[in-house]
């Protein structure tokens, strides 16, 4: 059974930054599409991130340069390092996975994913 645990989340000033992690479990040898999602206040769902098992990643237009999406296969924990963060940037950040790791290489992880973490709320103050 797939598990995802999202951590790390807080509040920071414009400017500043944050890592969140997603242990995961569940995922044998890491391989499956992993990606972030977040969802501000009143809006949709959107994707934010994701990362293909063999390490090719993909982002948000609103996010490259700024963040990325990292894992460590050792310790089962999927990152998201998130700088010169904007008040923008404030939501819900959610992890997830799909072991169709297609997704991954063809961006349609950004309709959606098979599994899903409670999430982890980021907040950035102007």
């Known amino acids: 059974q797939v598990q995802l645990v999202e951590s790390g989340g807080g509040s920071v000033q414009a400017g500043g930054s944050l890592r969140l992690s997603c242990a995961y479990s569940?995922?044998?040898?890491?391989?499956?599409?992993m990606s972030w999602f977040r969802q501000a206040p009143g809006k949709e769902r959107e994707g934010v991130a994701a990362l293909e098992s063999d390490g090719d990643t993909d982002y948000a237009d609103s996010v490259k340069g700024r963040f990325s999406i990292s894992r460590d296969n050792a310790k089962s924990i999927l990152y998201l390092t998130m700088n010169v963060l904007k008040p923008e940037d404030t939501g819900t950040y959610y992890c997830a996975a799909d072991f169709f790791e297609r997704k991954c290489y063809t961006g349609s992880w950004t309709s959606g994913m098979e599994y899903w973490g409670k999430g982890t709320l980021v907040t950035i103050s102007s």
């Open positions: 569940g995922i044998p040898y890491g391989r499956a599409c």
